[in-house]
């Protein structure tokens, strides 16, 4: 999952990129492997700094006061497709045609021929493995076909109407045109969130496109309103333009968004995070009981897994009268372990990441609930936790089903083989995670949890749960593929077999490339790549 954003202030004197940054620090849990920002100032001027690193190592006030302009896009990223490399941290931009930034989250499946299609036909270079360089020069190429000088808002509707019939997957994207405006759109199936947001300002509106509503709760924006699937929306200074410019497919949002990814406090196409799970809650606590019942087991405390599942841990505990305790604590400086590249650093990370009170554990039977159980990483450490500290009996409960199915949509579950549930029913999944027992949510329950609230979204993408993927054109073959390129052990014999190699190394601590031509003081590891190069107006540098 990666996090987007596009801001345009309506006095192009105000930089925004201080707000940009502060907006993504509100997405960093989306994408914590890079980030980066690209403004336009005056005359039509890009200025970029990208980088691997979290947001607040790589913006700070030297950084961000060198990003001038007052429109600008900025992204958080979480790669699900190419690799780690900084080369491919977001926006992206193009030169030709107009000079165009871009940043996206979600993941293509028609890579291969689209890349093809770019390479033979559109004669159009590629420079990274990343699926959002080739959405941006489908893009590109589009625009390219209207041979203007100068493009409108109509030209720019019928290239991005062109990208959706051409692209197959999960795209939300948003763009920006030297001196003209950013753009936001959003894929037929709507499987990725964006929105929307306005703010009064002196002199008149600024305008806000987010991955998730909080950003626009923070910036004082209001209105906030989702892209719709296949829609596009258009801001300049003066107008705000939308169509729909593909015919309407299933509108199918990612059910994970609500189960792991997106901020309690966000409202995704018209339900809230945050009682979305509370409702995930209340329907496990049904099945737990059931459960517990049939096999005549007690309980004595429920005990979340935090930070996601605390919500969802609370109103089971409440709905099933058992007293609920904070066993486990969470070190706040260690990030999401679910989205770290690779297993060894995620494992590692559990155990910094979560202490368990010997207090809350010691001769009881615990109820532990996390909202998901995807490689098991986090279940097998926290079982082993509970029990090394005197824990009688563990139980883990899950507010999703049993995940058997990759993710081909913009989250990092490609292979079939890394997910604990894959082929094991749930007594060995208990086994596996060293669980006495393992409860899941069903998948109706869950379904029914999130529709509840607003039941106009008749459904959801729910493929890691039941393989059945909403755009077409995933096969086995194409899963096959996938698990070649990206599982953890063919990414770790790419990248020589050791973990220290996708972890980019870091220099005076920061892992932070500014773009002025090309950086020939940076050492070999980390030259600057072309694609970062070409045609790109920096005027300075940082670190
Ligand atoms: O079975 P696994 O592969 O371990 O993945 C699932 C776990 O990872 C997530 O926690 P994470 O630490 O990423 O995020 P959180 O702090 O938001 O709960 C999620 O909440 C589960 O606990
Ligand atoms: N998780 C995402 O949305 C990733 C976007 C894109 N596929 C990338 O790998 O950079
Ligand atoms: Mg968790």
């Not at 996390?370 to 097998?380: L, N």
């Not at 199915?405 to 094991?424: C, F, H, K, Q």
Request: net charge negative; proline share 4%.
């Amino acid at each position: 999952m990666c996090g987007i954003l596009g801001l345009l202030l309506h006095d192009s004197a105000i930089d925004c990129a201080g707000e940009i940054a502060e907006g993504l620090s509100l997405l960093q849990h989306r994408g914590q492997d890079a980030c980066g920002i690209v403004t336009c100032g005056h005359k039509g001027r890009f200025y970029q700094c990208k980088a691997n690193g979290m947001v607040r190592d790589i913006f700070d006030a030297n950084s961000i006061s060198r990003l001038i302009g007052g429109m600008g896009v900025g992204h958080v990223r979480y790669p699900t497709a190419g690799s780690f490399n900084h080369a491919e941290a977001q926006p992206f931009y193009v030169n030709s045609p107009y000079g165009i930034v871009f940043a996206h989250n979600g993941n293509l499946i028609n890579t291969e021929s689209l890349l093809q299609f770019l390479d033979a036909t559109a004669h159009r270079h590629i420079n990274t493995a990343s699926d959002s360089e080739l959405l941006l020069n489908i893009f590109a190429n589009n625009l390219q076909k209207t041979g203007k000088f100068r493009i409108n808002e109509d030209d720019i509707f019928t290239a991005i109407g062109g990208l959706m019939s051409q692209c197959i997957g999960a795209y939300a994207c948003v763009a920006m045109l030297a001196g003209f405006g950013i753009i936001a759109f959003r894929d037929p199936n709507g499987v990725r969130p964006v929105g929307m947001a306005v703010r009064k300002a002196a002199t008149g509106n600024d305008y806000l496109f987010a991955s998730e509503s909080v950003v626009a709760d923070a910036g004082g924006f209001s209105d906030w309103e989702d892209v719709k699937p296949g829609e596009a929306v258009i801001i300049t200074r003066s107008t705000v333009s939308r169509r729909q410019v593909a015919p309407p497919a299933t509108f199918a949002p990612d059910i994970f968004e609500f189960v792991y990814f997106a901020r309690p406090d966000s409202v995704l196409d018209g339900i809230s995070v945050y009682r979305s799970r509370m409702a995930m809650g209340d329907a496990l606590a049904d099945e737990v009981k059931r459960v517990l019942a049939e096999k005549n087991i007690t309980v004595d405390v429920v005990i979340p897994v935090p930070d996601t599942s605390r919500v969802a841990a609370l109103n089971l505990a409440q709905k099933l009268n058992l007293p609920y305790r904070e066993g486990f604590v969470k070190n706040r400086y260690v990030g999401r372990t679910f989205i770290m590249p690779g297993q060894q650093l995620r494992r590692k990370n559990v155990r910094r990441k979560l202490n368990a009170m010997a207090l809350e554990f010691s001769g009881k039977s615990v109820l532990i609930v996390d909202d998901s159980i995807v490689r098991g990483t986090t279940s097998k450490e926290i079982v082993q936790m509970a029990k090394d500290v005197g824990a009688k009996q563990v139980i883990v409960a899950s507010c999703a089903p049993p995940i058997r199915w990759p993710n081909v949509y913009g989250i990092d579950m490609p292979s079939r083989t890394e997910l604990v549930a894959s082929g094991r029913d749930e007594e060995a999944i208990a086994r596996a995670i060293g669980a006495d027992l393992v409860i899941f949510q069903t998948l109706d329950d869950l379904e029914a949890s999130v529709r509840q609230l607003n039941p106009s979204i008749t459904h959801f993408d729910c493929s890691v749960f039941n393989g059945t993927y909403v755009t077409g054109g995933v096969t086995e073959e194409y899963l096959n593929h996938l698990e070649s390129l990206r599982s953890d052990n063919q990414r770790a014999k790419l990248l020589d077999g050791t973990l220290d190699a996708i972890e980019p190394p870091r220099v005076n601590g920061v892992r932070r490339v500014v773009t002025e031509g090309l950086d020939l003081s940076a050492p070999s590891s980390i030259t600057t790549p072309m694609d970062e190069t070409i045609g790109l107006h920096n005027t300075f540098k940082c670190a």
